[in-house]
């Protein structure tokens, strides 16, 4: 008999978390639970979310990614910007959504291979896109400045935590490092353009 839709919703789901449990278990930072994945960093107190949702329209599942940091928002508090982040959440350094990715969202799975198949691609993605991305938060580290430079729309203030990144790991950017940096498409988003470039230009210019 043909399982149904809410069927296979319900054993994909079974299969995928306990699989996730399963090999996310060497990583202590990590809790796994309904739906979420917790990863969270004791020095900082900062902490990271992965929120899995089924899209009924599309038949899949959107993958929700946010990172909150509260030595970061002082630091960006201090320097204290005049012109608002990239996001929405004043709370968040970093948010995406898989729906905004070109083929970022799962397809729900059908057969037993197929959920084999799903939960090893979701288990990379954590391991190779998302934590590194969630760990040079974390620590604040260079690695950071590429990862923002990539997708500076996800990041609240994409300038400045470049910036504060060199500070932390006293790095003197190179020439081309700093036309990258001061490049409208590392503001991420163009409203108030020229008093980002002007503000941005002043603090790069303090530090360097």
């Known amino acids: ?8 919703i319900t054993n994909f789901e079974k299969e995928m978390w306990n699989y996730l449990k399963r090999e996310l278990s060497d990583y202590p930072e990590i809790k796994v639970i309904k739906n979420k994945i917790f990863i969270t960093h004791k020095d900082s107190e900062a902490f990271s979310t992965l929120s899995f949702q089924y899209l009924t329209n599309s038949n899949a599942y959107e993958i929700i990614h946010f990172v909150e940091h509260p030595v970061l928002q002082t ?6 910007p005049p012109y608002p982040s990239n996001l929405s959440n004043a709370n968040f350094v970093y948010s995406m959504s898989t729906v905004s990715e070109k ?17 090893e691609l979701i ?9 590194p991305i969630i760990f040079n938060l974390f620590n604040i580290n260079l690695k950071l400045i590429d990862n923002v430079l990539n ?3 996800y990041y609240s203030y994409p300038f400045l ?37 002007v503000f941005n230009q002043q603090q ?4 360097i």
């Open 103 to 119: 083929d970022g969202c799962i397809i729900l799975p059908v057969t037993e291979k197929g959920i084999e198949y799903t939960c």
């Open 204 to 207: 790069l210019a303090k530090y």
């Open 75 to 80: 630091e960006i508090h201090n320097i204290a």
């Open 1 to 8: 008999m043909k399982e149904t839709k809410k069927e296979l």
């Open 161 to 197: 935590l470049i910036l504060i990144a060199m500070k932390n790991n006293n790095m003197k950017p190179e020439e081309i490092i700093i036309t990258k940096i001061l490049s409208e498409e590392t503001l991420g988003y163009t409203n108030n353009k020229q008093l980002k470039k």
């Open 123 to 131: 288990l990379s993605r954590i391991k190779n896109i998302y934590l």
């Open 151 to 153: 997708k500076p729309k």
